[in-house]
């Protein structure tokens, strides 16, 4: 193995046997017919380096092959065929939380998790203000673990195996631990370690965070090495066939009878219950998307059709759709802003809605209906909390 | 080898799986860790009223027999079933973490150790108490269960790896004890039976019956172990360790997907 390389990976493949019942007594593992058994080649000759000090994405569609990668460089599976090596100490926080025991303290169990990582005790005991002090837990650290919340739970869990500091860190989708406080906490503590020497595979669809975090990004396609380099070309390149995929699947689904689009729609202004002014203009703003060509978006208020409505620029929506409907939305169009004339609006309890509609078919994707009340001296959403 | 520096790598996991095995399984009842020695002690209760009627011509010492015979057994049998089980019983862990799983079943044998070790000052006070002499060879006592700990670690391999293949091994598993629990004269003696007769003979072979021999010999009859059976059993517990490395190893590559 080159001195050089943290990971090295050879004609790597991974088949997974699938049988059409579980078979785990005796009896049923000595009648097996053979005819049962399916093979499903997960990976596919992959061959990959990655150096010491590099911080690599891994993307793809679910089922690709990423997360079973991962699993194959951490040990928890075996490769059918080549071989994949690492060097140096390798952590993964796939397994957040393992080996939490749920009578003993979160004390404790820093000690026992620490302990499935591999640090002695020693090791720990130089770490565990650290520890505590990055999970936030304060006092709690002294409870047993069953009477924690799920998202104090998470923050132990990843706090202790961020700071285990290992030479290789494996991580599987996890920056969605906890609140946006600790999620950003989270997201310096990598780019920490990013810039100091330490190797970093991220398993990751936050596309957004890969670009910022990565120096590299390989991208596995339906079990194959697809594209490697950087990150903003592979994930552009990744964006292009996801959008004929996804096109593809949708036409094969029409060409079945069985297509069933799918989509969201979405009303941020007014909110429900909201008391809106008669004496200007309603502007109703929001945003829809959806996997059909040519959707079609309305507002209803009271039910009639409001006329004066046109798509609008949300790049915030873009961003948390672009992998999932690559291909069906634009940045440009993603938002509607419907305007309601003060004229027609009269006091009292309205009622609101939007509806997206496939192009074709005409057929409802998705609805949101909302109540509203107009009067003539509006209270403002602000002043109604402080009151 | 490469076992063996891998378990120091991970000490602190081993120590800690250990504790949390002894400290763990009694959490939360009144006695806690007691029971560890109070099961047995029971056990012996219920053996020392009901065997004598069963019996005819008593023992003498028949409760101190008793008591050097179970907890031989005792730490034999508690280990077995849970380092059958262990892989198992840790599936969260083993599915998301490497860390070597041989591990598991050693410290399922080790937190059995350690009870062994407490339960030898229990089985001295009986001695003490029944007026048996003790001698110096009493300190044999933590070498048979290190002996006994090396045979039931090459035992406990095979069955932990085997069962995450196949479920019924669990089961086996309770089968064997039982005929092993009657195999191995822990409450009745070998002298009932014609020195010539096949049962007896088997006995004779079995492991635990060599095992349970040495104690009582250390303790009841106060002469050193026999080192015949002492080398048999070791040589035993190194090749079924050695054998059953083998095995897990093979095995091991597969846990995560089958669990």
């Known amino acids: ?387 | 080898m490469k076992s063996i520096r891998e378990f120091y790598e991970y000490r602190e996991l081993l120590k800690t799986n250990v504790r949390k095995d002894i400290r763990g399984r009694y959490k939360g009842s009144f006695l806690g860790v007691l029971w560890t020695f109070l099961t047995p002690l029971l056990q012996v209760l219920v053996y020392y009223i009901v065997f004598p009627y069963l019996m005819a011509g008593g023992m003498p010492n028949f409760l101190v027999y008793l008591i050097t015979g179970i907890f031989p057994w005792n730490f034999f049998q508690t280990s077995i079933v849970g380092a059958t089980g262990c892989i198992k019983a840790n599936e969260g862990v083993v599915k998301k973490v490497y860390f070597p799983r041989k591990i598991l079943v050693l410290s399922q044998i080790l937190s059995g150790l350690v009870n062994y070790f407490i339960s030898i000052p229990i089985m001295l006070i009986f001695c003490v108490v029944f007026h048996i002499p003790l001698t110096w060879n009493v300190l044999w006592l933590p070498v048979i269960g290190l002996v006994e700990a090396l045979f039931i670690y090459g035992c406990g391999l095979i069955l932990a790896a085997i069962n995450v293949y196949v479920q019924d091994v669990a089961n086996i598993v309770q089968f064997l004890l039982n005929l092993a629990f009657y195999g191995t004269p822990i409450v009745y003696s070998l002298s009932l039976f014609p020195s010539k007769n096949i049962l007896a003979v088997m006995i004779r072979l079995n492991p635990l019956t060599m095992i349970v021999d040495m104690t009582r010999a250390v303790t009841m009859d106060g002469i050193l172990p026999s080192f015949t059976q002492m080398g048999i059993v070791f040589a035993l517990g190194v090749v079924i360790t050695v054998f059953g490395t083998w095995v897990f190893d093979k095995l091991q590559k597969g846990f995560a997907e089958e669990l």
């Open chain 1, 1 to 387: 193995m080159d001195p050089r390389n943290a990971i090295e990976i050879r004609h790597m493949s991974k088949t997974f046997r699938t049988y059409k019942d579980k078979q785990k007594t005796l009896k049923e593992r000595l009648t097996r017919r053979r005819g049962d058994v399916i093979e499903n080649t997960v990976l596919d000759d992959i061959s990959l380096d990655i150096k010491k000090g590099e911080t690599v994405a891994l993307i793809g569609t679910n089922g690709s092959g990423k997360s079973t990668l991962l699993k194959l460089m951490t040990k928890i599976l075996y490769p059918n065929k080549g071989t994949i090596e690492t060097q140096g100490k390798l952590t993964s926080l796939l397994e957040l939380g393992a080996g939490f025991h749920p009578d003993f303290t979160g004390r404790e169990n820093i000690y026992f998790n620490a302990a499935v990582f591999g640090l002695n005790r020693e090791e720990i005991d130089k770490r565990i203000d650290d520890i505590i002090e990055f999970s936030e837990l304060g006092p709690f650290i002294d409870e047993p673990v069953r009477t924690y919340s799920s998202g104090m739970y998470m923050r132990l869990a990843f706090s202790v195996a961020i700071n285990v500091d290992a030479e290789i860190l494996l991580i599987d989708e996890i920056l969605a631990v906890g609140d946006q406080h600790f999620q950003n906490k989270c997201f310096d503590k990598l780019e920490e370690l990013r810039d100091s020497e330490k190797t970093i595979v991220i398993v990751s669809h936050s596309l957004g965070m890969v670009k910022i975090l990565c120096s590299r990004a390989v991208w596995i396609y339906k079990g194959k090495l697809r594209l490697d380099g950087d990150p903003t070309y592979v994930i552009s390149k990744y964006l292009e066939q996801s959008a004929i995929d996804n096109k593809e699947e949708v036409k094969k689904a029409a060409e079945d009878q069985e297509a069933v689009p799918r989509g969201a729609v979405f009303i941020d202004s007014p909110v429900a219950f909201q008391s809106v002014s008669n004496q200007e203009d309603l502007k109703i703003n929001g945003w829809a998307v959806s996997n059909s060509e040519n959707e079609v978006v309305e507002v209803l208020f009271d039910d009639k059709p409001v006329t004066d409505i046109h798509r609008s620029v949300r790049s915030d929506v873009f961003r948390a759709y672009e992998e999932d409907y690559a291909g069906f939305i634009d940045e440009a169009t993603v938002g509607y802003i419907a305007t309601i004339p003060k004229e027609e609006l009269v006091n009292g309890s309205h009622h609101l809605e939007a509806i997206v509609r496939d192009g074709k078919t005409k057929r409802q994707i998705d609805r949101r209906s909302i109540r509203i009340k107009v009067d003539d001296n509006p209270v403002s959403a602000e002043d109604d909390k402080k009151g």
